[in-house]
């Protein structure tokens, strides 16, 4: 076989073919682009030139006849779909109909909800077209941001002694746990928080399972600090100079830790998105996550959506997408060392 391509590698024009019609309707359907001239492997490469009919037919030498149609053929490449993204459609097309299977035979509900969040997924996304974070993000006009102890007036009932120290607690937990240097300061970041939290539910018992009050934020957002700490322990980086010895102990306070925090918001809160993402994440429901992550990219800092976003697709499996999305996250400017 001899194959043609043209300057931007979009149209392949086989010029020498003898292969059976069920053949060239195999490769014609892994790409479309394909042309062929099957009276080639009858009369050579000569023979493909010196057609006689071609030069009946059109009144021109059968060989400037066939250079006219090459020069067409490869100029007309220039607008033709890029073959990545052909090829992502295609192979989106077997996922969704994959999907569609396992939802039907599902063996839990907890399952079926998956694949569905999956499916979902995939159906939106159109290969070539993703989008990257929005302008806006973090349209933060209905978010409710942390309170600052220091800033508030002390409740009747609490100790002086104990509002100073909750005060000054909180104080040094903003400053370690900071997005530099959060994965640094671990240690000392779950051994805070995990005094303020049974601090505030001591002093503050009301403020436990409700939203109701500024105080009662802060101890929600004390209770997601710890939640984050403790996922960040998983973290491959991080298990090399800190593993994790009794992972059953870890496991349960992990849990124990977030159950506290939707106990006590009722349902999902767009300020603690990303630890119910890495919840789900980390119990396998990676689709729900990435679902829950799109839902919600609007109240996400545009790094984070596009990272989580990138590696939740990775770690489904789902190349064509995944390769994407990372490329949008560094056309945006990041990289996984910023």
Request: glycine share 6%; net charge neutral; charged share 30%.
């Given at each position: 076989?001899?194959?043609?391509?043209?300057?931007?590698?979009?149209?392949?024009?086989?010029?020498?073919?003898?292969?059976s019609?069920?053949v060239?309707?195999?490769i014609?359907?892994?790409?479309?682009?394909?042309?062929?001239?099957?009276?080639c492997m009858?009369?050579?490469?000569a023979?493909?030139?010196a057609?006689?009919r071609?030069?009946?037919?059109?009144?021109?030498?059968?060989?400037?006849?066939?250079?006219?149609?090459?020069?067409?053929l490869?100029?007309?490449?220039?607008?033709?779909?890029d073959?990545?993204?052909?090829?992502?459609?295609?192979?989106r097309?077997?996922q969704?109909?994959?999907?569609?299977?396992?939802?039907?035979?599902a063996?839990?509900?907890?399952?079926?909800?998956?694949?569905?969040?999956?499916?979902s997924?995939?159906?939106?996304w159109?290969?070539?077209?993703?989008?990257?974070?929005p302008?806006?993000?973090?349209?933060e006009?209905?978010l409710?941001?942390?309170?600052?102890?220091q800033?508030?007036?002390?409740?009747?009932?609490v100790?002086?002694?104990?509002w100073?120290?909750?005060?000054?607690?909180?104080?040094?937990?903003l400053?370690?746990?900071?997005d530099?240097a959060?994965?640094?300061n671990?240690?000392?970041?779950?051994?805070?928080a995990?005094?303020?939290e049974t601090d505030l539910?001591?002093?503050?018992?009301d403020?436990?399972?409700?939203?109701a009050?500024?105080?009662?934020?802060?101890?929600?957002?004390t209770?997601y600090?710890?939640?984050?700490a403790?996922?960040?322990?998983?973290l491959p980086?991080?298990?090399?100079g800190?593993?994790?010895?009794?992972?059953?102990?870890?496991?349960?306070?992990?849990?124990?830790v977030?159950?506290r925090?939707?106990?006590?918001?009722h349902?999902?809160?767009?300020?603690f998105?990303?630890?119910?993402?890495?919840?789900?994440?980390?119990?396998?429901?990676?689709?729900?996550a990435?679902e829950?992550?799109e839902?919600n990219?609007?109240?996400?800092?545009?790094?984070?959506?596009?990272?989580?976003?990138r590696?939740?697709?990775?770690?489904?499996?789902?190349?064509?997408?995944?390769r994407?999305?990372?490329?949008?996250?560094?056309?945006?400017?990041?990289?996984?060392?910023?």
């Amino acid at each position: 076989m001899t194959k043609l391509v043209s300057a931007n590698g979009t149209m392949p024009v086989v010029l020498d073919f003898g292969k059976s019609r069920s053949v060239r309707r195999q490769i014609i359907l892994a790409n479309p682009n394909t042309v062929f001239f099957p009276r080639c492997m009858d009369h050579g490469m000569a023979g493909c030139f010196a057609e006689p009919r071609l030069s009946d037919r059109f009144g021109l030498p059968g060989r400037l006849w066939m250079t006219l149609l090459v020069m067409t053929l490869l100029t007309s490449g220039a607008t033709a779909a890029d073959p990545c993204d052909v090829d992502a459609a295609l192979w989106r097309s077997r996922q969704i109909e994959t999907i569609a299977t396992k939802v039907q035979h599902a063996n839990s509900k907890d399952e079926r909800l998956e694949y569905e969040a999956r499916g979902s997924w995939l159906r939106r996304w159109e290969p070539g077209q993703m989008p990257s974070a929005p302008a806006d993000a973090p349209d933060e006009s209905e978010l409710v941001p942390e309170p600052l102890l220091q800033d508030l007036t002390r409740p009747a009932g609490v100790d002086l002694s104990a509002w100073r120290q909750m005060v000054d607690s909180q104080t040094r937990l903003l400053d370690v746990d900071s997005d530099d240097a959060r994965k640094d300061n671990l240690r000392t970041t779950i051994r805070i928080a995990s005094k303020l939290e049974t601090d505030l539910a001591a002093q503050l018992a009301d403020d436990s399972k409700t939203l109701a009050t500024p105080t009662s934020w802060v101890l929600a957002y004390t209770r997601y600090r710890l939640g984050r700490a403790l996922a960040y322990r998983e973290l491959p980086v991080v298990r090399e100079g800190w593993p994790i010895v009794d992972t059953d102990r870890y496991q349960k306070r992990l849990l124990a830790v977030y159950d506290r925090l939707t106990q006590q918001t009722h349902g999902d809160r767009a300020e603690f998105i990303l630890l119910q993402d890495r919840m789900f994440r980390r119990s396998g429901n990676k689709g729900l996550a990435l679902e829950l992550l799109e839902a919600n990219r609007r109240s996400i800092q545009p790094k984070w959506y596009l990272k989580k976003r990138r590696d939740l697709l990775q770690e489904i499996g789902w190349d064509p997408p995944y390769r994407e999305a990372a490329k949008l996250y560094l056309e945006a400017g990041y990289d996984d060392e910023s």
